[in-house]
């Protein structure tokens, strides 16, 4: 195997752009070690990255004011996430959003606004750490997500009924096939043997593991492409990851992108922008020491550049892929609430704010929580 040449942004990032590479199963994580899709060392990471700020945030929130004659705070370690996890629906009408702590609008939980603005609407329940993996499914009906028992979880967006996929847990990830008959997500090593990628049939209850070639297919962040013909994934193993697609019958794997020894990727995404002609994948680098790039591959594999901004974890694109829905400060108080933007506005000349957090009133929706002074 021959890596493509690659240009000095991918090289100083760790990556190899790899032309026909031929695919182990070893190099997906082997079926004797689901481990292999979730190193110590990732778990570590996400204690710290993001265990401690909420912890953090929890403790902090209580000191922050809304009020615009009263002190700021100062020397705060972590900025309180209020609003995070969001998606934005496939004809663009919605964005759908966590709220950590309960609030004006409602208590903590799943809300859905429009992207032009107005007041929140709350659906499901929720709390500073949960749902998680917000997804609409392709007729914007229903939305999945992971709940506090890490179970597939589906909500409607009209009434709020909730429901739950009958499918052992832990579930993380999940991704609707465009024709709506299909779910695909992560399942972590417990029970081992069902580790792995899987699809999920809702309307059959069929559940099954992705395989190819015979061996299990790990990885994380699994999600369709527009036309239902590919599931983009980050592979590897505890040293090294990689963008691959697979057919979701288990043929036609293919590895896009490798990376260096302990250089990682992160929070995968399609990314459709037919105004540039763009389809392809944008992925997070973890770079040791330094932050790392937000990157760009095309679907067909090549075109591996740096993109045109860098997005943190919860940032998500518009349907026509000319806007993002991102976490920033509110400018009042620094609680990172939602914003919208124009994808390639890096003067944030575009940005506006989308949400805003103030406090329930006193005897609020769970008791009396954190009251105006």
Known sequence: MQPCR???????????????????????GHADHPAHSLSSRRKARWFVKTGLPCIGAAALLAACSKHPTEPRPVGVLFVPTMDSQQAWSHDGALIAFRRSFDSSDGPAGVYVISPSGGRPRFIAPGSVFWPVDLSFSPDDRTITMVDDQSRLTFVDVATGTLSHAPIPTPVRFPDWAPDGTTIVYQRLGFPAESAGIRLYEPSSGLDRQLRHKGTRVFGRFPCWSRDGTEIAFIGGDSLTTNISTIRPDGSTLRMLVRSDELVFFNHLQWFHRASMGMVGLVFEVEVPRRPGPTMFVSRDGAGLREFARRLLPHDTFSPDGEAVVLNAADPTDSLEVLFVERIDDISRATRWQLTSWDPPLQGGTQGQVWPRR
């Open 6 to 28: 690659a240009t000095p942004c991918t090289a100083a990032a760790g990556l190899h752009l790899d032309c026909d590479h031929p695919v182990s199963g070893q190099e997906f």
